[in-house]
């Protein structure tokens, strides 16, 4: 249904040069005061668009995030604390 995706956090020099990003990816965020950009990339060519990237002049550094590696469904296996400690 829908295509993977794969982040990154760019870091550039120039926040206004950073808007050129939007033809490698879908740009999620881009931070004024720090100097970063969120992009979101497909997952299948997102290798290629990175080494791409990183030939701009104005990008300092490139990450890729590990959001999806992250295990974000969680259980329950020790009991909640919260019942014996009430009024």
Do not use: C, Q
Not at 18 to 26: F, I, P, S, V
Not at 47 to 55: D, F, L, Y
Request: glycine fraction near 4%.
């Amino acid at each position: 249904m829908f295509a993977e995706r794969t982040g990154y956090i760019i870091w550039v020099t120039d926040v206004k040069a950073a808007r050129n990003l939007e033809k490698y990816g879908t740009v999620h965020y881009i931070s004024r005061r720090m100097h970063y950009v969120v992009m979101y990339v497909n997952a299948d060519r997102a290798e290629e668009v990175a080494k791409n990237i990183r030939r701009l002049s104005y990008v300092r550094k490139i990450e890729r995030s590990y959001r999806n590696e992250i295990k974000t469904e969680y259980t329950k296996d020790i009991p909640d604390k919260t019942s014996y400690y009430g009024m």
